[in-house]
């Protein structure tokens, strides 16, 4: 089985503490208001969350990936949306320009993204281009020196908060000689005009996250906010989406860890024919399975964050990129449909109160779908996976 650092686990304590002092408190009031709480947020990058893997010249700590999955576990131990903010504001925010922007556009943006005090989104999903992401309908066209951006997205996290600096998104720019569509990354400043961030959604989970459709409506930028090469945008999305998956089974183990802790102290407290309800089999055999679907996934998903630490570190005998692919799919996929079983398990185990919104285990209820559909659905994963053994599969 694979184990952290003395390290990684002092880490984690430290992480444990704060999201135990600064969000347990006040998470079920934040939910049931849908609040999305810029302080806390702005904390964590306090904390040194948001450039766990940021370069110092940036602002960052230079520390390695699987950091960040142990701290959007313990974030995500305590609250799934809060979870999400973290992972999307440094995966899907911060990593982006990191990896792929010039200099000048690192300078620009980063400092204030690995600070925290400023958030980016990631637009790739739109109303019909969701697991098929190539089929993106958006739309730039250079004119002179500007990109002329049409089109609408959907589903994107962090992008419409009052800290929100930017949204970075793909589009068509063109046509490749064999026809098919050439797709862009282009950085869109937050408040320029045509781009408008429609209302938050009402959604069946995650109400602390902040998420959006977003609308172009010849919406210009310089085309110095070309993020990366040019049509190579698609790649550049997909090569982020591997890490992503990574931390959402990471967020997916805090809250597998969460359903196991609550079952226990519960099942140990609720007296029932004269004792506690732990004593019963049937109680005590389906607390057991959330343990093992939680050592499973948390040995899937550390084991897959290793593998891209020693992949950036260039260690020898490292990974491939279709190794680390392979095992990003199998740690998401697995701890995902964990997730989703052991927050199922958790109401079981709670009988009535389980369907109270008074007890955490209804929002671990809710929040555990997402997992499942969000960078990746199971369906595509499976697919990667069946790939990767070799299949022919469409």
Same mark, same amino acid.
């Given at each position: 089985m694979f184990e952290l650092?003395?390290? *990684?686990?002092?880490?984690?304590?430290?992480?444990?503490?704060?999201?135990?002092?600064e969000i347990r408190p006040h998470v079920a009031e934040w939910d049931k208001a849908h609040h999305f709480p810029v302080d806390v947020v702005q904390k964590l990058g306090h904390l040194g969350l948001m450039g766990l893997t940021a370069p110092e010249e940036y602002?960052?700590?230079?520390?390695?990936?699987?950091?960040?999955?142990?701290?959007?576990?313990?974030?995500?131990?305590?609250?799934?949306?809060?979870?999400?903010?973290?992972?999307?504001?440094?995966?899907?925010?911060?990593?982006?320009?990191?990896?792929?922007?010039?200099?000048?556009q690192k300078q620009q943006w980063l400092p204030d993204l690995v600070s925290g005090?400023?958030?980016?989104?990631?637009?790739?999903?739109?109303?019909?281009?969701?697991?098929?992401?190539?089929?993106?309908?958006?739309?730039?066209?250079?004119?002179?020196?500007?990109w002329v951006i049409n089109g609408a997205k959907q589903f994107i996290t962090n992008s419409g908060s009052e800290i929100t600096s930017l949204v970075t998104v793909t589009a068509r720019t063109g046509s490749r000689?064999?026809?098919?569509?050439?797709?862009?990354?282009?950085?869109?400043?937050?408040?320029?005009?045509?781009?408008?961030?429609?209302?938050?959604?009402?959604?069946?989970?995650? *109400?602390?996250?902040?998420? *959006?459709?977003?609308?172009?409506?010849?919406?210009?930028?310089?085309?110095?906010?070309?993020?990366?090469?040019?049509?190579?945008?698609?790649?550049?999305?997909?090569?982020?989406?591997?890490?992503?998956?990574?931390?959402?089974a990471a967020l997916a183990v805090g809250l597998i860890q969460a359903c196991l802790d609550e079952c226990v102290r519960?099942?140990?407290?609720?007296?029932?024919?004269?004792?506690?309800?732990?004593?019963?089999q049937g109680v005590a055999f389906q607390i057991a399975d959330i343990d093992v679907m939680l050592q499973a996934s948390r040995g899937l998903t550390y084991r897959a964050a290793a593998m891209r630490d020693a992949m950036e570190a260039g260690e020898s005998g490292a990974p491939s990129v279709k190794e680390f692919k392979h095992a990003a799919a199998v740690a998401k996929l697995y701890a995902t449909e964990?997730?989703?079983?052991?927050t199922r398990i958790a109401t079981q185990v709670f009988g009535g109160y389980g369907f109270m919104e008074e007890y955490p285990v209804t929002r671990f209820y809710r929040d555990a779908r997402i997992l499942t559909i969000g960078e990746g659905t199971s369906e595509v994963q499976r697919m990667l996976i069946a790939r990767g053994l070799g299949l022919p599969v469409e």
């Open positions: 650092s003395r390290e *990684h686990e002092a880490f984690r304590a430290s992480v444990r503490d704060f999201a135990e002092k602002g960052g700590s230079g520390g390695d990936f699987t950091s960040l999955c142990v701290a959007i576990e313990e974030i995500g131990r305590i609250d799934q949306a809060l979870g999400i903010t973290l992972e999307a504001a440094v995966g899907l925010g911060i990593n982006p320009i990191l990896t792929f922007g010039s200099d000048e005090q400023r958030l980016a989104g990631f637009g790739l999903t739109e109303p019909g281009a969701g697991s098929d992401a190539g089929a993106t309908k958006t739309r730039a066209v250079l004119d002179n020196d500007e000689e064999d026809g098919t569509a050439e797709i862009s990354a282009i950085i869109v400043p937050s408040g320029t005009p045509g781009f408008l961030v429609e209302p938050v959604y009402d959604k069946l989970g995650w *109400h602390i996250s902040d998420t *959006h459709p977003l609308t172009f409506e010849d919406c210009r930028v310089p085309a110095a906010n070309l993020l990366g090469e040019r049509g190579r945008g698609f790649a550049q999305f997909l090569a982020i989406l591997d890490d992503g998956r990574v931390a959402i519960y099942a140990n407290e609720r007296q029932t024919m004269g004792g506690p309800i732990g004593r019963k964990s997730a989703v079983t052991a």
